[in-house]
């Protein structure tokens, strides 16, 4: 294992690697971002709960705030509550479905782009077909047992421990391809690399980043598999789409109906994920694969991150139903198909262009030519920004929480009879009360995190191009001015 006293210019000389500085706040960033989101996410379970509302009282009151009332609040189940082995189990049994699925459906196999030691990696492309099975044996289910199938009840009985669990899984994984790129040999028939911002020297930082490219591994009966990619888009984004339906038939059972607006959310992102699966190619040419190490950054980001915050608006609609109506439902489809059609029509010139530059679809598009041999679009969708895929991205994410309005509740005992109260079929109802509007802090933090990350992400890109363009990427600038927002920014 490499010294943490060592620098990130020797580390990166010895392993052939151009001398490049920390991100995400070096190593105090990542054991930030590491440890410290597993405990926001609990936070936000416990905060916006099912118990007494969203937020739990006692947070709308802080000068008053008593530590066992709010425990009492948000059901607090003791540190022991927060891992199970039998959660382990199943979440286990989840990646090997998965695994089966990768090896035993169809798949098309095609090799990815061009590495720096000039070979190309093949990859088995399925997540489509393996997603759809998946749904189909739960809408099977769901059409056999309603709202009580017990995938859908599983998700919600143990909604933190699964947290907890893929978590402790990411850390497991991102130590397990650390130790292992220790065997990296230059010149490998395997066509192992060390990512360039990964071999710092600071086994911290290193950890976090990822240290290898594209690790692979090869299981009994299942083959080779490129963990990133398979990580990448299967079990977190399908994991996500699940949690979504979990919570539908959780307000099923909590009301006896299930409203427009969680059914849009949730229809509206499983779209979105299999239109990510069906456009799995475009994947291969992403920063994620070119040019990021698997470390705890892209994995816990894959299996908990991207699932559990992309679905807290379903899991706060399972218990303060909002109706959208048509006008709302137009309005919100308004948004999406305007933020959809960007971010898809973007991605897919560029995903032709860089296959096939002579494709009529692309071959009128104008181009500057860097002295490294690679074109840059400036025209087209992308003479409009540098990185127009990524402002569609974040304008297809408002319809995901804006269904939540101005979201916060307050849960009372059965027979209180408020005014305006939603009754639960045990009888508790539902209000807005006081806490009208602070539920936006759950509900809409997903579109203030993915602008932040969205903008960190296309700093971390220029900075990559302008080291590997130089001048001609300055030249590029000029002609494509803005980032993201055209007109803004």
Not at 145 to 169: C, K, M, S
Not at 253 to 259: A, D, I, K, L
Not at 320 to 345: D, E, K, N, Y
């Amino acid at each position: 294992m490499a010294s943490t006293s060592e620098t990130p210019t020797k580390t990166q000389a010895r392993s052939g690697q151009k001398p490049r500085g920390y991100e995400f706040g070096g190593p105090l960033g990542a054991v930030g971002v590491s440890f410290g989101l597993p405990i926001l996410l609990c936070i936000f379970y416990f905060g916006c709960n099912d118990i007494t509302g969203c937020p739990a009282p006692s947070l709308l009151s802080l000068g008053t705030l008593k530590l066992e009332n709010l425990k009492r609040e948000v059901g607090w189940p003791g540190l022991d509550a927060f891992f199970t082995w039998e959660v382990t189990a199943w979440m286990l049994g989840y990646l090997l479905f998965n695994l089966v699925l990768y090896r035993v459906l169809p798949a098309t196999e095609v090799e990815g782009t061009v590495l720096a030691n000039g070979g190309r990696l093949k990859y088995r492309l399925n997540a489509f077909s393996s997603s759809m099975f998946t749904l189909a044996i739960c809408a099977a289910g769901t059409a056999a047992q309603g709202a009580e199938f017990p995938v859908w009840t599983f998700i919600t009985d143990h909604y933190v421990q699964i947290i907890v669990t893929n978590t402790l899984l990411s850390y497991a994984l991102a130590t397990f391809v650390y130790v292992r790129s220790f065997g990296i040999k230059p010149g490998n028939k395997d066509l192992r690399l060390l990512a360039q911002g990964g071999v710092t020297g600071n086994a911290m930082y290193d950890w976090f980043i990822g240290r290898e490219l594209n690790p692979r591994v090869t299981l009994p009966l299942i083959g080779e598999i490129d963990l990133k990619q398979f990580a990448e888009i299967r079990p977190g984004l399908l994991g996500w789409t699940l949690l979504n339906f979990a919570f539908v038939a959780k307000q099923y059972r909590s009301f006896g109906y299930v409203t427009d607006g969680i059914l849009f959310i949730s229809i509206i992102q499983a779209l979105y994920v299999l239109d990510c699966h069906y456009m799995e190619p475009a994947l291969l040419t992403t920063m994620d694969i070119t040019t990021d190490g698997w470390g705890c950054m892209l994995i816990f980001g894959d299996l908990v991150w991207v699932p559990f915050v992309h679905s807290t608006p379903t899991r706060y609609l399972a218990t303060h139903p909002i109706s959208l109506g048509w006008a709302g439902m137009v309005l919100v489809g308004a948004v999406l198909l305007i933020g959809f059609t960007i971010f898809r029509l973007s991605n897919s010139q560029k995903n032709a262009f860089r296959t096939n530059p002579n494709d009529p679809a692309v071959a009128h598009l104008k181009y500057i030519e860097t002295k490294s041999g690679s074109r840059l679009l400036v025209s087209g969708w992308w003479g409009v920004s540098r990185h127009i895929n990524y402002f569609g991205d974040w304008l297809q994410g408002f319809p995901y929480v804006l269904p939540t309005g101005l979201a916060g509740y307050a849960i009372l005992a059965a027979g209180t009879n408020a005014e305006g109260a939603i009754k639960m079929v045990d009888g508790r109802e539902v209000v807005q009360g006081g806490a009208k509007g602070w539920g936006m802090l759950f509900t809409y933090f997903y579109v203030v995190y993915f602008a932040v990350l969205l903008v960190h992400r296309a700093m971390r890109d220029d900075e990559k191009c302008a080291r590997k363009y130089g001048e001609d990427w300055e030249k590029y600038k000029k002609l494509v001015p803005y980032r993201i927002v055209p007109g803004l920014y």
